[in-house]
């Protein structure tokens, strides 16, 4: 069974800085075409953050773009979202995503997702 454990959410200061982190189980993430991060506010949708494919290629939604930086490491087998210059609108659950179905991109689904960690950015 894929698992996927999302860490490293908090609270921080308008224009700090976190990193989430995302272990796979059951899951290779060297193997994988596509992973991504989502995001989901109170009373808002989840929408696509950011996503990397099998080829390091990754793509972001233009409100993050310059500010958050995704990557993963085949040996720790993780996946990363590296969040600069965070505003208050950037306050949500984020969620951990892997197995795309369709194209991978921050628009696409997927079949696995991890249970969340929370992000709070103050003004």
């Known amino acids: 069974q894929v698992l996927l454990v999302e860490s490293g959410g908090g609270s921080v200061q308008a224009g700090g800085s976190l990193r989430l982190s995302c272990a796979a189980s059951?899951?290779?993430?060297?193997?994988?075409?596509?992973m991504g991060w989502l995001r989901q506010a109170p009373g808002r949708e989840r929408e696509g953050v950011a996503t990397?494919?099998?080829?390091?290629?990754?793509s972001y939604i233009d409100s993050v773009k310059g500010r958050f930086g995704i990557s993963k490491d085949n040996v720790k087998n993780s996946l990363y979202l590296h969040m600069n210059s965070l505003k208050p609108e950037d306050t949500a659950m984020y969620y951990c995503?892997?197995?795309?179905?369709?194209?991978?991109?921050?628009?696409?689904?997927?079949?696995?997702w991890g249970q969340g960690t929370q992000v709070t950015v103050s003004s």
């Open positions: 059951a899951y290779t993430v060297s193997k994988s075409l596509c």
């Open positions: 995503a892997a197995g795309v179905v369709g194209s991978c991109g921050t628009g696409g689904a997927f079949a696995y």
């Open positions: 990397i494919r099998s080829d390091d290629v990754t």
